[in-house]
């Protein structure tokens, strides 16, 4: 799923303009003010990182967002991990069986695979932890990603019990999951941090674990050794790790800045490796920039259940008005496609065609038809005056921008005053969460590799739902769609089901992700996958 964070004064973006290039000594821990360490860290190889904010949690099931799962990708491993290619690899499972109706899949541990602590990685350690991503008292809004197990849904949503979920140790290193049906994308979903093992000794003694670096126990390639909680946090190689020979980075430095134009004066300066691209810089920039795809949406919701939203007519209008080719072209600037659906591009079907491509244009801009939808919904509802609205959205750079041009938009197309409101992230989620905002900003970053995790979001009382739409037909299309072991048959439930929700529309798109970021010379093997995490185990610097 899982990160976009005040302008600076014009004197230092005069400054930022002005700089060069990166120094290639940047990141190197001989930076540091303290000399008596420098002799000592001299030969340390240590990566230097923005977060963007602060991590809302290290407790996998928790952290399932895109400020907390790169971080968590890296200090913590699955019984699968996205190899350097996005494909579903061998992680803590060295090997796997599959039963002959594709529902059971027996892994096998490996021998060296060991927690931080020392302690052995054992199927028990994941048996816990899925059952406790599933626990309706966990509250984790990735619970949704553990339905295709036997007996999860029923269990998070309360009809059943733990010992009805099919996850089971078979003996200390043998792990066995049964699922409700043939998931062509089963070994791709259990790589997301969400489904990490959680050491059950280090929990039940201490069950906030995950809260400090000095409580925190891992079992990835790295380990976090220092959290100074909304500044920054450290992780340090783990010797522990059964593939420690193959990480190359002695430590990663992550800093937790919510500007992009202070985050590029830090890469210029050398205080950062790697560097988003500021908008005002784009031009500049765009041509020693890294871009590569990411599957996700940048988008806003409407609640339908708060005036004036919950009409159809009135939601048609307001996304009608946003012109999402002018949001790219001259607010975000960063090559991104505009988005008029959801499902973003780079799925083939089984025809060989890209999903968004055949789904088509499912909304688009259209001033003169939005002003005569308002008119209609405001008779339909008996509005003389259309309620206020207010469009909120997480503190950013660019979330503000973003937000300013879409109030103009409203202005300018619907002759609608829109007040904006903004807040820190967490804040943010857990009010979006319960749905106490009328039409706020949003983001999407594929969990795993196929159109239906897209589409899935917004079935009835689904935790990444945030809009109170509910439609039964929908449920069912998505329903069917992951019962249909057809591909072709499962494409056309999605297509339908896509086109759905937009003759519904309870949101509104804005554009398709993309990653453009700046990278040190020195650094070299930093591999970022579509779905959304970053992968630092083959990273190296000079």
Request: hydrophobic letters at 35%; a negative charge.
């Amino acid at each position: 799923m899982k990160k976009f964070l005040s302008l600076l004064l014009s004197a230092v973006l005069l400054f930022v303009m002005s700089a060069c290039t990166a120094n290639e000594n940047a990141g190197s821990e001989t930076d540091s003010k303290d000399d008596g360490k420098k002799e000592e860290e001299s030969t340390e190889k240590v990566l230097y990182l923005n977060n963007g904010q602060e991590p809302t949690s290290f407790d996998p099931p928790i952290g399932f967002d895109s400020v907390s799962w790169s971080a968590l990708n890296n200090l913590m491993e699955g019984l699968t991990r996205l190899g350097k290619e996005h494909e579903p690899e061998a992680a803590i499972a060295e090997k796997w069986d599959v039963s002959e109706d594709g529902k059971t899949y027996t892994f096998h541990i490996r021998e060296d695979a060991k927690w931080s602590n020392g302690d052995a990685v054992t199927a028990g350690d994941f048996e816990f932890a899925w059952k406790r991503l599933l626990n309706p008292d966990t509250g984790s809004s990735a619970a949704f990603l553990g339905y295709f197990i036997e007996g999860g849904e029923a269990y998070n949503n309360g009809e059943g019990s733990a010992d009805d979920v099919k996850v089971k140790a078979v003996d200390e290193k043998t792990f066995e999951v049964t699922l409700t049906s043939p998931q062509a994308y089963f070994l791709s979903v259990i790589t997301n941090p969400a489904f990490f093992p959680i050491n059950e000794k280090v929990a039940a003694e201490n069950p906030k674990w995950f809260a400090e670096a000095e409580s925190f126990v891992g079992n990835g390639p790295f380990n976090l050794t220092e959290w100074e909680h909304d500044s920054h946090f450290v992780m340090e190689k783990n010797d522990q790790y059964w593939d420690a020979d193959n990480v190359k980075l002695d430590k990663v430095h992550w800093a937790i800045i919510d500007d992009t134009n202070t985050e590029y004066q830090m890469y210029q300066t050398g205080e950062l490796d790697v560097s988003d691209v500021p908008a005002e810089l784009s031009e500049q920039l765009l041509g020693e920039a890294n871009v590569e795809d990411q599957a996700g949406d940048y988008f806003y919701r409407f609640n339908v259940n708060m005036e004036p939203f919950q009409n159809l007519n009135i939601r048609k209008a307001f996304a009608m008005a946003v012109d999402q080719q002018q949001i790219v072209e001259y607010v975000t600037k960063n090559g991104e496609k505009p988005a008029y659906g959801f499902v973003s591009y780079g799925f083939t079907d089984p025809s060989g065609n890209d999903f968004r491509e055949t789904a088509g244009d499912l909304v688009k801009t259209n001033a003169e038809e939005a002003k005569a939808l308002l008119q209609k919904g405001m008779e339909e509802e008996g509005y003389e005056t259309l309620p206020e609205v207010t469009l909120t959205y997480s503190t950013s750079d660019s979330h503000k921008k973003i937000a300013e041009a879409l109030q103009q938009m409203f202005k300018e197309n619907l002759g609608v005053d829109v007040k904006l409101a903004n807040m820190e992230w967490n804040v943010f989620a857990e009010e979006q969460k319960a749905l106490k905002f009328q039409l706020s900003r949003s983001s999407f970053l594929a969990d795993y590799a196929d159109p239906i995790n897209f589409l899935e979001n917004f079935q009835t009382g689904h935790s990444m739902n945030r809009t109170g739409w509910e439609s039964e037909k929908y449920d069912q299309l998505i329903k069917d769609a992951k019962n249909e072991a057809d591909e072709a048959k499962r494409f056309e439930l999605m297509y339908e089901a896509e086109k759905l929700l937009f003759e519904e529309m309870p949101i509104i798109p804005i554009h398709f992700y993309n990653q453009v970021y700046l990278t040190n010379d020195a650094v070299s093997g930093i591999v970022r996958h579509p779905v959304g995490y970053m992968e630092l185990k083959w990273a190296d610097k000079k």
